[in-house]
């Protein structure tokens, strides 16, 4: 039982370059999440999805995408680098979004550096 | 808007002694409160939650008391151990799942 797992744990990108960060859980969670962290700023909601084939926006979701195709995955788009998207990304799951199962597992996170 | 905010950055205690933390909110809409602790390199993990029907929760030498009047929580750690040394974010639920969270408290315990 890995828990949640992310790839990759660092990348370095240009400006401009795309990519795209995968989130794995095993656990069978309904909702995920994808949170960015930044100093002085804890974790920021960027996308979540209740479930397979859902997305919805959280509090930071510009310049980013999201795809649910698959119930144990959740991915991350940067169609478009910029330095401002330079951050720790971190992934979490939690069983459903109703009292107990508020709680989130996270993944270990992606280090992501825009020069 | 910051609607969860952490106002202590660090907290520096001795080993055996209380360790409290602090956390204040804006939203009267948040209906359940969470307190995460984070390595470095390493992703947060769940500490202990309240739901806000209570005032407070217990989980060994962890407490957690919500004060809704306040918008305030507090975490509590008793007794303090070098182990307990982290980073700690306070989060609040409203709807969905989705957390908001402090920006965080570095906690240091001196053995």
């Known amino acids: 039982n890995a828990g949640v797992t992310q790839t990759p744990k660092f990348r370095v990108l240009k400006t401009g370059q795309s990519m795209t960060l995968l989130c794995a859980q095993d656990?069978?969670?309904?909702?995920m999440y994808w949170y960015r962290q930044d100093p002085g700023m804890g974790l920021r909601l960027i996308h979540y999805?209740?479930?397979?084939?859902?997305?919805a926006k959280g509090e930071v979701p510009d310049g980013y995408n999201v795809s649910r195709l698959k119930k144990q995955n959740f991915l991350l788009g940067l169609e478009s680098a910029a330095p401002s998207q330079t951050s720790v990304y971190f992934c979490?799951?939690?069983?459903?979004?109703?009292?107990?199962?508020?709680?989130?597992?996270f993944g270990p996170g992606t280090r992501l550096t825009v020069t | 808007d910051q609607q969860v905010k952490q106002n202590s950055p660090s907290l520096s205690v001795q080993e055996g002694r209380i360790s409290i933390l602090n956390c204040d909110y804006t939203?009267?809409?948040?209906?359940?409160f969470l307190w995460y602790k984070k390595y470095p390199a390493e992703g947060p993990t769940f500490l202990i939650s309240?739901?806000?029907?209570?005032d407070k929760n217990e989980d060994g030498r962890f407490t957690v008391f919500l004060n809704k009047s306040a918008k305030h929580l507090s975490l509590h750690i008793v007794p303090s151990q070098p182990g307990d040394s982290a980073v700690y974010f306070c989060?609040?639920?409203?709807?969905?799942?989705?957390?908001?969270f402090g920006q965080g408290t570095i906690l240091t315990v001196h053995p």
């Open positions: 939203n009267s809409m948040f209906d359940y």
């Open positions: 989060a609040a639920s409203g709807g969905y799942g989705k957390l908001t």
């Open positions: 999805s209740v479930g397979e084939g859902t997305t």
């Open positions: 309240i739901s806000s029907i209570k």
């Open positions: 656990m069978n969670h309904e909702y």
């Open positions: 979490a799951s939690a069983r459903t979004g109703q009292g107990r199962s508020y709680e989130q597992y």
